[in-house]
T-cell receptor, first 112, second 109 residues
């Protein structure tokens, strides 16, 4: 049972490049989330999804887009990467919004 | 605005007890979570409080006072593997988690 799997684990991009981060969960969870974690700050919610085909904006959505075409997958896209998007990105999921979230191992993204 | 406050860093001795405090001001309250995060790893769930009082889980306990906007995580019989960051998160009226910046706990032999 893999839980929540994020790919890639590390990536270096140049300013202006685009990329997609993939999150896959095998727990049949309805809810999925994308966070970023920066030094000295709490986790900040980028986007989330309450079910297949749905997405919603979180606290810091600008510069990111998401899609949830399949229940088990939640994709985070950066259309034109900026140095301010250098961060560690975590995906999480839960079966119900009031339940604990299960996190992936994170993607360390550096934008030069 | 919504705010979660935790100490940035704490140091404790192996075998001792440590209390990590969390105070919050949020729009509504639907529960408080504690997570543990080892350096370079994912956060993992430790405890959940929605009613006032103490929840005990082995060496870890968590306390909540909703009237005071206050929680603490109590770690007993500290082990070196408890060196990690401890994250406090409050679920607001919209059922979204507001996260504190975390408390880095350093355990010394």
């Amino acid at each position: 049972n893999a839980g929540v799997t994020q790919t890639p684990k590390f990536r270096v991009l140049k300013t202006g490049q685009s990329m997609t981060l993939l999150c896959a969960q095998d727990m049949n969870h309805e809810y999925m989330y994308w966070y970023r974690q920066d030094p000295g700050m709490g986790l900040r919610l980028i986007h989330y999804s309450v079910g297949e085909g749905t997405t919603a904006k979180g606290e810091v959505p600008d510069g990111y887009n998401v899609s949830r075409l399949k229940k088990q997958n939640f994709l985070l896209g950066l259309e034109s990467a900026a140095p301010s998007q250098t961060s560690v990105y975590f995906c999480a999921s839960n079966v119900d919004i009031t339940q604990p979230q299960h996190f992936g191992d994170g993607t360390r993204l550096s934008i030069l | 605005g919504q705010n979660i406050d935790q100490p940035t860093e704490m140091t404790a001795t192996e075998g001792a007890i440590v209390q990590i405090n969390c105070t919050y001001q949020t729009s509504g309250f639907n529960g408080l979570f504690w997570y543990q995060q080892h350096a370079g790893e994912a956060p993992t769930f430790l405890s959940y409080n929605v009613l006032d009082g103490l929840e005990e889980k082995g060496r870890f306990s968590s306390f909540l006072s909703r009237s005071k906007g206050y929680s603490y995580l109590l770690l007993k019989e500290l082990q070196m593997k408890d060196s990690a960051s401890y994250l406090c998160a409050v679920m607001d009226s919209n059922y979204q988690l507001i996260w504190g910046a975390g408390t880095k706990l350093i355990i010394k032999p």
